[in-house]
């Protein structure tokens, strides 16, 4: 078997669990049958704009094997993300060596904020794609061609594959081996790794605590921040109208026009994002909890929860919360036995 060709574009700049992340995952995928040696599924290739070594935001050096200029055929182009990319001359190197190899190349992905990179091309025009959360709005704005799904792990469209940020460029290069090579390579790949093969939900059970969307300082900015504080008490349009002293509708239109979404919404996003933090810190139920944050029975916090998050509250708060001592011999007892 003749290994997969990967080839990873380097640049100063890039974010370097975006590039070794996904390159750990490729190079760990190996065909095993008794009485065999193992058999590489992939070849890794680094390509660097240029000969020299260039720099990670972290400070790690990378070597490249090959060039822009002198790359050899690949059968899978990865653009890792970074802040070097959104820099004129190295992005636009990057979109020309992507554009140039696209029609020799059976799929092309980027990492994270490598979807700068890959935008750039043009290649990506009336496609479906996601970024990191942070990065969304941004690329959004920037490339208006583009439809930006915010809150997936990973999206393919066609021949194109885009993914969140940092460790979601592992959950991608899980589903790329599985696609290649069925999905027992894969969950050995993810086994060796100790991460899931397929993770629940998407970027949201994973993005910091809701920020507010805008900037300006009113009685409504100032309301949202006292909404904090009364997530347990009745938050409906008529009881925040009231407290900003506009009636109901005009209310209503003010709110969506300053946060981009309705108070009902935004009201919600507040509670289940308090109900993560209780969820990952405490031992309290998940009944408990809904209602401490404002939802009027377990069976519609645990609705809203999965409807937002793709996950339930039982399963977040057993991934999330810290392990205790005993949940810690009892998680080395499963991990040895497997």
């Known amino acids: 078997m003749t290994p997969k060709r990967i080839g990873f574009i380097g640049f100063d700049g890039v974010v370097a669990i975006d590039l070794a992340g996904p390159a750990e995952a490729f190079a760990l995928a190996e065909i095993r049958q008794e009485g065999h040696d193992p058999k590489r599924c992939y070849e890794i290739v680094i ?28 059968d899978t182009i990865v653009v890792p993300g970074g802040a070097g990319l959104r820099k004129p001359q190295i992005g636009r190197a990057v979109a020309a060596f992507v554009k140039t190899r696209a029609n020799k190349t059976r799929r092309i992905v980027s990492i994270c904020t490598g979807i700068y990179g890959l935008a750039a091309t043009g290649l990506l025009a009336n496609r479906t794609v996601t970024t990191h959360w942070r990065y969304a709005q941004d690329v959004a704005c920037r490339f208006p061609e ?17 993914s969140a940020g940092a460790t979601a460029g592992i959950d991608l290069s899980l589903s790329l ?61 008529e009881t925040l109208a009231a407290k900003a002293c506009l009636c109901p509708r005009h209310f209503s239109r003010r709110f969506k026009v300053d946060f981009g979404t309705t108070p009902a919404d935004f009201v919600e996003r507040l509670r289940l994002d308090e109900a993560r933090r209780r969820l990952s810190e405490g031992d309290n139920s998940v009944e408990n909890v809904g209602t401490s944050v404002g939802f009027k029975s377990a069976d519609a916090f645990r609705r809203a929860f999965e409807r937002r998050l793709g996950i339930n509250p039982s399963d977040y708060r057993h991934r999330f919360r810290p392990l205790t001592e005993q949940h810690r011999k009892h998680a080395a007892r499963q991990l040895i036995a497997a």
């Open 146 to 162: 583009l439809q930006v799904n915010s809150n997936a792990i990973f999206v393919k469209d066609g021949s194109f594959y885009t």
């Open 47 to 74: 390509i660097g704009l240029s000969n020299k070594p260039f720099l990670a935001a972290s400070g790690l050096s990378f070597t490249p094997h090959a060039t822009v200029r002198n790359a050899p055929s690949l």
């Open 177 to 237: 081996i599985e696609e290649d090579f069925g999905p027992r390579v894969a969950m050995s790949v993810a086994r060796d790794l100790v991460v899931y093969l397929k993770r629940s939900g998407g970027q949201e059970q994973y993005s910091e605590p809701l920020q507010f969307q805008t900037e300006s300082i009113s009685r409504l900015s100032e309301l949202a921040t006292w909404m904090l504080g009364h997530l347990h008490e009745d938050l409906s349009v």
